[in-house]
């Protein structure tokens, strides 16, 4: 990731999209800034690119894992490239499907 840096320019607004997608495969893509996915049904055989698009969104992802590990489940967070943002995972618990973001700057 590049060096965070704040532009200094305010009044952007951004678009946000959320989405319970049951299965990422199955669902095409919206366009907003920030996209957040539940339920991608993602696994460590899903590539980054059939959740967002990499050319223009950078991906955060926290797919279902471990002892519970069930058909379902999977977070994603899908940051328009020339945002910046840093995934907070020093908030994030084990075992629980919850992700965090903190966004830095638009450039």
Request: glycine content about 10%.
């Amino acid at each position: 990731m590049p060096p965070l840096r704040f532009s200094g320019e305010i009044g952007k607004k951004l678009t946000f999209l959320y989405g319970n997608v049951n299965g990422i495969r199955s669902k095409s893509e919206k366009k907003a800034d920030i996209v957040a996915l539940v339920e991608t049904w993602a696994d460590n055989s899903t590539p980054d690119c059939l959740i967002a698009d990499p050319e223009h969104y950078n991906l955060f992802r926290k797919d279902r894992e471990g002892c519970k590990k069930q058909a379902g489940g999977g977070v994603a967070i899908a940051i328009k490239k020339g945002l910046q943002a840093v995934r907070m995972e020093s908030l994030e618990v084990d075992g629980v499907e919850v992700m965090w973001i903190k966004m830095i700057a638009c450039v």
